[in-house]
């Protein structure tokens, strides 16, 4: 089978063998925003053409190809759900000479009855949820994920909107005369995460990296990394407030892995890192359920 | 005597009586941003030379004109400060004929030991401390500033980057597509305020402004409110749970404080609004501590 992570900006396509040995990739920058309208089968086909030519028949599409911008919408499946959920509830689009299925993005509520979605993240948690059980796995990012896994189903998940509003407040607010790009400085970050577990709220926490810097015990040099800490920190208290965990599984790029290990450390909890690289493996464990491999 | 609050983008001066009477005032563009270095005498010369001419001896001034931008700094005073301990420290400037006074901004530090300051809301403080004690005043801005108010001396206060926030975030990010300018909707910005008690974080309620509106529980014209609600509900929040108290002093202009007038009542606060106009009494009332008037 083929599996492809098809999002905004970048289509990812790999070739899966039995066993889920991804035989073959390719990652290039066509997006769904590239695609004009109803051009999703022409662009499927010049991606993953050769592929099929030689005999691949079914082609498992994840991402916001899905979405509603995308080729066509496979609705949101609501939580709790595992390969076997997801995998019934994948939408076929026609196409000729191969079996074609989107994978739709969950939803669940939060306690108070507030509705949250995901695209794309349900198939790498497919894929980490292997081998884990009662566990709480974060992926860190422009919208992080905390998503809770039972058995190898997502049972529940919250979307932090902390990389955007990191990218607004550091560029758009009078945090932005201090917080210039830099060396990261994990001093100031840990501090940044510290105040974020003190009394006050979050937005009297931001007024405090203009006056420590403005009283002389904060550099310059630190308010971005200070910043970054104390919005991460925010993130990581409510999520723990929620799901009270000894470990939590990372999952994310290097260098955010990186800062959410540390400001997890510092918040009290064990962290076990994974390798983000996890769209092939859950691919595959969807196709498995769909008795395609 | 004379008093002048001299901010970033505006100068009011106000000719007072010996009463505190305003016998004269006015209000113009040239705030401290366009003086050119050393131009502050010839700056106030040329807005209250005529009162001087008529002989008026003594200015003083409140705002940024205090600040390490102004005229000369006037150092953050710390609290408790009242009108005689901010009559202490204002810093004599010399001026060819008249005395002039700068009225300095104040400091505390929370809980934590993380400093605050203000600068020009002090003076208004001072006017508004005039009959009430152990209250708690809110005025609500681009960074509002909530205060303790006992006796006649601010005793505590915090910022809050609300206004900011709203406006980096409004604009900013994904909730830009829908947080389009209109008419305020009432219902949206009370369950805007309402969600901000609940669980989950400022960061993960933001993302619920765009889920919501995804799932059809939020129009687009609605989510503006919906947003605003959220900060100010936050904001509120946090500020109560510092200063648990059954009422709030709330000062600031027309529209704003009808917001923070709803919030607060939401957030089961009694609310008494008072007049923003309060720097000229302010300025007054530090005038007698100085034995001026």
């Known amino acids: 089978m083929i599996g492809i992570d098809w999002g905004t900006t970048s289509l990812r396509a790999y070739r899966l063998g039995p066993g889920g040995a991804v035989t073959d990739r390719l990652d290039r920058p066509g997006g769904i925003l590239t695609v ?6 022409a662009a499927l086909r010049e991606a993953v053409g050769p592929w099929l030519a030689q005999g691949e028949t079914r082609v498992l599409l994840c991402g916001m190809v899905g979405s509603r911008q995308g080729w066509v919408e496979a609705p949101y499946l609501r939580c709790p759900a595992g390969p076997a959920e997801i995998a019934a509830a994948t939408v076929p689009v026609p196409f000729d000479g191969a079996e074609i299925r989107l994978v739709p993005g969950l939803t669940t509520e939060d306690a108070d009855g507030i509705p949250d979605v995901m ?4 198939t790498k948690l497919v894929a980490l949820a292997i081998g884990l059980d009662d566990a709480l796995a974060c992926m860190p990012g422009t919208h992080s994920k905390w998503a809770r896994l039972e058995a190898d189903r997502v049972t529940h998940f919250t979307t932090h909107m902390t990389g955007e509003t990191f990218a607004a407040l550091s560029a758009h607010t009078i945090l932005a005369r201090t917080s210039l790009d830099g060396p990261h400085r994990p001093e100031a ?5 510290t105040r974020a577990r003190q009394h006050g709220g979050l937005l009297h926490h931001l007024f405090g990296a203009r006056t420590l810097h403005l009283m002389d015990r904060l550099e310059q040099a630190e308010t971005r990394s ?8 925010h993130e990581i208290a409510a999520a723990l407030a929620a799901h009270p965990v000894a470990q939590v599984e990372l999952v994310g790029a290097a260098e955010l892995a990186a800062l959410y290990e540390d400001a997890l450390r510092l918040s009290g909890v064990t962290v076990r890192k994974h390798d983000p690289d996890l769209v092939a493996a859950g691919l595959h464990q969807i196709g498995r359920s769909l008795g395609w491999i």
Chains 1, 2 share one sequence.
């Open 36 to 41: 004009p309208a109803g051009g999703f089968p």
């Open 119 to 122: 695209r794309g993240e349900e």
């Open 189 to 193: 970050f840990a501090r940044g995460v």
């Open 226 to 233: 200070y910043l970054s800490g104390l919005l991460i920190g």
